[in-house]
């Protein structure tokens, strides 16, 4: 879709408008944002576009439209996908050799479990290797009650952060200020950035891990904005 309008602003609800009429989520719902900051970085970026819309430059817009269409309507069900991820959290599995590379996920991982059983009293299995063993059933139920308990437009920022990093317990660490964005990202690139220095960089391998980046940086910048 080419550029249609000359001015952006938002108004006194929080709904960004485009030459004074509302913008429209895909299910045609007005873009209304929970706080002033979000509603003017969106702003933003529909005043940024030259000629023709480009969804992938506008990562704010697109989750702001996920949280009215797809969250809203029923965050229950939203919320218990992400709290699955609880019974297999990146943190709980871990290599059983090199010694180096253990020392590294005991370093970037350990503290993040720490937190959570400070958080939430909580308990967790650890696992050398990659067999699956079952969390506490208790663990499972308070992590899933942390995430239920969010709104809409939290829950719809938990998704690419949690499923980027494969950790709910890092993602519920960020949501809560325990760690900031980019020791969360290297956190979860322990394991991938240890066979990069064993083996060398891949430039496709890179490309996607530095796409990756962006998505998540998108999600924890809006997560930001509505807190």
Same mark, same amino acid.
């Given at each position: &879709?080419?550029?249609?309008?000359?001015? /952006?602003? /938002? $108004?006194?609800?929080? /709904?960004?408008?485009?030459?004074?009429?509302?913008?429209?989520?895909?299910?045609?719902?007005?873009?209304?944002? *929970?706080?002033?900051?979000?509603? !003017?970085?969106?702003?933003?970026?529909?005043?940024?576009?030259?000629?023709?819309?480009?969804?992938?430059? &506008?990562?704010?817009?697109?989750?702001?439209?996920?949280?009215?269409?797809?969250?809203?309507?029923?965050?229950?069900?939203?919320?218990?996908?992400?709290?699955?991820?609880?019974?297999?959290?990146?943190?709980?599995?871990?290599? $059983?050799?090199?010694?180096?590379?253990?020392?590294?996920?005991?370093?970037?991982?350990?503290?993040?479990?720490?937190?959570?059983? $400070?958080?939430?009293?909580?308990?967790? #299995?650890?696992?050398? %290797?990659? &067999?699956?063993?079952? =969390?506490?059933?208790?663990?499972?139920?308070?992590?899933?009650?942390?995430?239920?308990?969010? *709104?809409?437009?939290?829950?719809?920022?938990? =998704?690419?952060?949690?499923?980027?990093?494969?950790?709910?317990? %890092?993602?519920?660490?960020?949501? #809560?200020?325990?760690?900031?964005?980019?020791?969360?990202?290297?956190?979860?690139?322990? @394991?991938? &950035?240890? !066979?990069? $220095? !064993?083996? %060398?960089?891949?430039?496709?391998?890179?490309?996607?891990? @530095?796409?990756?980046?962006? @998505?998540?940086?998108?999600?924890?910048?809006?997560?930001?904005? /509505?807190?």
């Amino acid at each position: &879709m080419k550029r249609f309008w000359k001015s /952006v602003s /938002v $108004d006194s609800d929080n /709904v960004v408008r485009l030459d004074e009429r509302p913008v429209r989520t895909p299910g045609r719902s007005p873009l209304a944002l *929970p706080t002033g900051a979000l509603a !003017q970085a969106i702003a933003s970026e529909w005043d940024a576009v030259e000629e023709t819309i480009d969804p992938r430059a &506008m990562p704010l817009t697109g989750l702001a439209n996920a949280a009215i269409d797809r969250v809203a309507p029923d965050p229950a069900a939203f919320a218990a996908g992400l709290a699955a991820y609880a019974k297999s959290d990146l943190l709980y599995y871990r290599a $059983d050799s090199p010694a180096e590379l253990i020392a590294r996920e005991a370093a970037a991982w350990n503290p993040l479990l720490d937190w959570a059983r $400070d958080r939430y009293d909580v308990h967790f #299995e650890l696992v050398s %290797g990659v &067999m699956h063993r079952p =969390q506490p059933a208790a663990t499972i139920a308070r992590l899933s009650e942390a995430v239920a308990s969010r *709104p809409p437009f939290r829950l719809v920022a938990l =998704q690419p952060l949690v499923t980027i990093s494969g950790t709910l317990v %890092g993602t519920l660490a960020l949501a #809560e200020g325990a760690i900031d964005v980019e020791a969360l990202w290297n956190a979860a690139l322990v @394991d991938e &950035m240890w !066979q990069v $220095d !064993q083996w %060398g960089e891949d430039v496709l391998a890179a490309e996607a891990r @530095d796409a990756r980046h962006r @998505d998540f940086a998108a999600a924890a910048r809006f997560l930001a904005l /509505v807190s």
